[in-house]
Antibody, heavy 120, light 107 residues
Framework: QVQMVQSGAEVKKPGASVKVSCKAS????????MHWVRQAPGQGLEWMGW????????DFSQKFQGRLTMTGDTSISTAYMELSGLRSDDAAVYYC?????????????WGHGTLVSVSS | SYVLTQPPSVSVAPGQTARITCGGN??????VHWYQQKPGQAPVLVVY???DRPSGIPERFSGSNSGNTATLTISRVEAGDEADYYC??????????FGGGTKLTVL
């Protein structure tokens, strides 16, 4: 069955970077875009961007331009999201979510989420 | 940027029908998807492409989209349907957009 296993919780200081991984299994990794969505405590969902793991092409929300990097390693079916220059308002649960490259922009499977805390 | 507006909360008695709206400018010209999120869990897709249901989602969940409003309808509501619900679209300028979410309370 489809599984997307994310890396564990992180605690970072302001100004630092965080890198979250998402290991996929049970499907063809290169057949799906990988999106990243975050959710601040008690808040709604916020889309960050996506990567095509096959080509490495990315597209980011303008809000994160310059701070966000997404990569993929097809040999181990793992996607990565790295956010730099962390601020207190970056504290959130970060989710990976897959999108069929042939489908409209919806997410039919999600990772379990990775909690990122930002505190001095 | 494109904005999706959802009511913060909707309450319904068990067995009744819940309707959760998602407002947006000419949203009827866009394709809407809906997610259910229970506390401490990742979102789950419940309706995609306006009105289609993924496998495993009960027929009680349905969607519609016209004009400036999309609607998620949950028939014969059960206690287990209590959750936050989010609508989502793709917009050519804003990319992926989520509504603010609606908390469904089953009385």
């Amino acid at each position: 069955q489809v599984q997307m296993v994310q890396s564990g919780a992180e605690v970072k200081k302001p100004g630092a970077s965080v890198k979250v991984s998402c290991k996929a299994s049970g499907y063809t990794f290169t057949g799906y875009y990988m999106h990243w969505v975050r959710q601040a405590p008690g808040q709604g969902l916020e889309w960050m961007g996506w990567i095509n793991p096959d080509s490495g092409v990315t597209d980011f929300s303008q809000k994160f331009q310059g701070r966000l990097t997404m990569t993929g390693d097809t040999s181990i079916s793992t996607a990565y999201m790295e956010l730099s220059g962390l601020r207190s308002d970056d504290a959130a649960v970060y989710y990976c979510a897959r999108q069929d490259v042939l489908a409209n922009y919806y997410f039919d499977s999600w990772g379990h989420g990775t909690l990122v805390s930002v505190s001095s | 940027s494109y904005v999706l507006t959802q009511p913060p909360s909707v309450s319904v008695a068990p067995g009744q029908t819940a309707r959760i709206t998602c407002g947006g400018n000419y949203i009827g010209s866009k394709i809407v998807h809906w997610y259910q999120q229970k506390p401490g869990q990742a979102p789950v897709l419940v309706v995609y492409d306006n009105s289609d249901r993924p496998s495993g989602i009960p027929e009680r969940f349905s969607g519609s989209n016209s004009g400036n409003t999309a609607t998620l309808t949950i028939s014969r509501v059960e206690a287990g349907d209590e959750a936050d619900y989010y609508c989502q679209v793709w917009d050519s300028y804003s990319d992926v957009v989520f509504g603010g979410g609606t908390k469904l309370t089953v009385l």
